[in-house]
Structure formats: C-alpha cells, structure tokens
C-alpha cells in the first residue's frame, strides 16, 4: 500500500447500534498512527496517536486498535448516538515526519 | 487557549493574482504544515516544516505554489499566479513535533473566480 486508504467511504448507523471502520497505511517507514473527528465547518480535532503493534486507546465510546506489521487500524465506535456523526480521518506519519491523512470516514448517525 | 491561527478566513480573487495565506502555529510547537481540503483526496498534504525548515514540499504545484516559514511564528502559502482550479480550503497545521498530535487551523476558504 503506497497510500493512506480508509473504507467504507461513508457509512449510516441506528443511533444506539455499534460501528467500525478500516484505515489502511504503509507499513514500512511507519512511525505513528493519528485518528482525528472532522465535524463540519469545523476543523479536524485529535483522537489517538498509536505507534506500537497492537496498541489500543479508548476515549469515551470510542476506541482504536493498531495492526503496525499488516499495515491496518480499526476505529469502533459503541452505541452511537447523533453527536458522532462526523467524517473519522486517520494519518499515518512517517519516519520522515510527513503526516498524511485518508480521504476519511464519514458516519451519519440517525435517531 | 493556544490555538493555530490562520488568515484570512475567506478569500476571494480574480484569476492571475497573488494570494497569499498566512498561519501563526501553536507557540513552541516546531513542525508545521500546509494541507488542502479536496473532494477526491481528503486533506492533501502541500509542504510541511520543521523548525522552520521545509522537509517536503513535493505535494506543491511548484510553478506557481511556495511555502516559507520567515519565523518561528509565521508561516506562508503563496499562490502566483492563481487559478480557478486553486480554488479549495487551505488548512495549516502545527505539533510540539513530529511524532504528537497535530492542532489545525479554522482553515482559508479561497475562491478564484
């Protein structure tokens, strides 16, 4: 993989039903994983920075696992409720420094 | 409230003109970079910077696009000439350094028509 790819391009959840998305990078030069949450007219805001093979972090009902030797990370979210609705960016960094970002997730959650 | 300042928030210019875009990242932080908002790709990497010095820029049109940091303070995205196909949202965004999360700007809405 020479690019960041992240599928489903977009997605619809039931408010309450749980969802997950992929976010695939290359994995050689890899240094660190970022997810962010883009709200519209808004800017994207951090969630995780991963960086060791099989790392997970949870913030609230969301949470992210790193796979750094097959080059993939998963975003859950569980019980989705309207406010997660957002477009889900993840970046991968590169041991140069060079921090470049998938076309993103984008999840509408309706009551 | 340390944030990412970026100007002007819109901008609107005639085709051939010169636009420039400025960003005063987060104070201490020493990698910056310049992304742009496109339907395709999402946020397209352009230029980034650490400690004021451009590490890549590969992702410029570098005819008529250039990227300088003058200080720790500023940093600049000039278009010359523009064109109707620059027309997009231009984020900077800036680390403590490379390897942390990066903060984003509210981002500069140019439109050339």
């Given amino acids: 993989i020479l690019n960041v790819e992240q599928s489903p391009q977009s997605l619809h959840v039931q408010e309450g039903d749980s969802t997950n998305f992929t976010c695939s990078f290359p994995s050689s030069n890899f240094y660190a994983l970022h997810w962010y949450r883009w709200e519209t007219a808004k800017s994207p805001e951090a969630l995780f920075v991963m960086t060791l093979n099989g790392d997970e972090k949870k913030k609230g009902r969301i949470s992210a696992t790193l796979n750094t030797k097959e080059g993939y990370s998963y975003l859950y979210i569980k019980g989705s409720q309207p406010e997660d609705s957002a477009t889900y960016l993840c970046a991968s960094l590169g041991s140069w420094g060079k921090l470049q970002f998938g076309a993103g997730t984008q999840v509408v959650v309706t009551p | ?113």
């Avoid at chain 2, 005063?24 to 999402?42: A, C, D, E, K, S």
């Avoid at chain 2, 946020?43 to 005819?63: H, I, T």
């Avoid at chain 2, 300088?68 to 800036?94: G, H, N, W």
């Fill in chain 2, 1 to 113: 409230d340390a944030r990412v300042t970026q100007t002007p928030r819109d901008k609107v210019t005639e085709m051939g003109q010169e636009v420039t875009m400025r960003c005063q990242p987060i104070l201490g932080h020493n990698t910056v970079f310049w992304y742009r908002q496109t339907m395709m790709q999402g946020l397209e990497l352009l230029a980034y910077f650490r400690n004021r010095a451009p590490l890549d820029d590969s992702g410029m049109p570098k005819d008529r696009f250039s990227a300088e940091m003058p200080d720790a303070t500023l940093a600049t995205l000039k278009i010359q000439p523009s064109e109707p196909r620059d027309s997009a949202v231009y984020f900077c965004a800036s680390g403590e350094d490379s390897h942390t999360e990066a903060f984003f700007g509210q981002g500069t809405r140019l439109t050339v028509v």
